[in-house]
């Protein structure tokens, strides 16, 4: 079984930065789909960024390309997510998601992760 916990979240001035965090513990030797997705109130949640656990690009939604990295130390078993130039649209709730799969070709939807953690809040005030 897979457990994920994010850290990370805080408040921010609009431009400013955060790195988030997620620790995985329970991974079998298999590849995994790791992902950032992010949930504001009253939206739906929509995928942030994905990335491979076996190597591989990452990939992001247009509405974070060019600010937000995603990146995963394996041997740490520890996804990121460095979110620079953050705008007062960012403010969610923050989750990282994990699933078995071959590779990652895009960023993916909810559904197609069994594996959650529990959200890290993010705040952008202007």
């Known amino acids: 079984q897979v457990q994920l916990v994010e850290s990370g979240g805080g408040s921010v001035q609009a431009g400013g930065s955060l790195r988030l965090s997620c620790a995985a513990s329970?991974?079998?030797?298999?590849?995994?789909?790791m992902g950032w997705f992010r949930q504001a109130p009253g939206k739906e949640r929509e995928g942030v960024a994905a990335?491979?656990?076996?190597?591989?690009?990452?990939y992001y939604a247009d509405s974070v390309k060019g600010r937000f990295t995603i990146s995963l130390d394996n041997a740490q078993n520890t996804l990121y997510l460095q979110m620079n130039g953050l705008k007062p649209e960012d403010p969610a709730m923050y989750y990282c998601?994990?699933?078995?799969?071959?590779?990652?070709?895009?960023?993916?939807?909810?559904?197609?992760?069994?594996?959650w953690g529990q959200g890290t809040q993010v705040t952008v005030s202007s």
């Open positions: 998601a994990a699933d078995l799969c071959y590779g990652v070709g895009k960023v993916q939807r909810p559904a197609d992760f069994d594996y």
């Open positions: 329970g991974y079998t030797d298999s590849g995994y789909c």
């Open positions: 990335i491979y656990t076996g190597g591989g690009g990452a």
